[in-house]
């Protein structure tokens, strides 16, 4: 049949183009959001295959003829279901990430999101061996894992020797520039940094305030000293 051999053919040229640049042939955590697009992509397509594939067996059927079976169609099938577990999941996550990047650096609350993103990677752990094994899997664990990491280095920044000079430094660092505001300043700036990449950067310029508001400390208190020693030679003198 024409039809047939035209369907394979389909098939054959969407099995090549699904392995060499589909939902699952992303290398880098940072191609995840272009692969969340590529599954909307690829699942129409899959889909208009699933429909002509079942309308010629619908004709098979019809004239008593042998059905016929598509391999490639079912690994691909097979596969297409495991990523949209995984992207499901990825969805989910990023989700709530933009949630939690609404809230105001004032109110930041970062056990709730430690808590918040460790479920998703637990969920990701209870998926089968099967999915879990896909490159794609450690893809995510990865994005989700530093994710985890750079909330430590939030409480780093909650530091009160922390002055303005010191946010312009690490905005310096980062090449991202955000609105200091208390009343409009939220975790989505800090979330754009990807604060794990710059560990040192962060600890060197918290090392550094710190011993800065040690010293202001101690010149007021030498300060201090000194005014009631003049103020005390000054009472005495009168």
Not at 175 to 195: A, G, R, V
Not at 201 to 218: F, G, H, M, P, R
Not at 220 to 232: G, N, R, S, V
Request: glycine share 2%.
């Amino acid at each position: 049949m024409i039809q047939l051999h035209r369907l394979r053919k389909s098939i054959s040229a969407f099995a090549d183009k699904f392995a060499r640049h589909g939902p699952g042939s992303i290398k880098n955590a940072d191609e995840l959001p272009h692969g969340l697009k590529l599954m909307k992509i690829y699942r129409d397509e899959l889909t208009k295959l699933e429909i002509d594939k079942q309308e010629l067996t619908n004709a098979e059927k019809l004239f008593n003829l042998s059905i016929s079976s598509y391999p490639e169609l079912y690994v691909i099938q097979k596969e297409m279901k495991n990523l949209e577990k995984l992207y499901q999941l990825y969805e989910q996550q990023l989700k709530a990430r933009e949630q939690w990047s609404e809230a105001l650096w004032r109110d930041l609350d970062v056990q709730l999101l430690i808590d918040g993103i460790e479920n998703y990677i637990k969920e990701l752990k209870k998926m089968p061996r099967e999915i879990k094994g896909m490159s794609l899997a450690k893809l995510i664990e990865l994005n989700m894992k530093e994710f985890r990491e750079s909330l430590p280095l939030m409480l780093d920044l909650k530091n009160e020797a922390l002055r303005e000079r010191h946010w312009r430094m690490l905005m310096k660092e980062t090449n991202i520039e955000f609105d200091m505001n208390p009343e409009s300043f939220t975790l989505e700036n800090l979330f754009q940094m990807n604060l794990q990449r710059f560990n040192d950067v962060i600890q060197n310029i918290v090392t550094s305030a710190t011993k800065e508001l040690q010293i202001e400390k101690v010149k007021k208190k030498i300060l201090f000293f000194f005014c009631k020693k003049i103020l005390f030679i000054y009472i005495g003198c009168t």
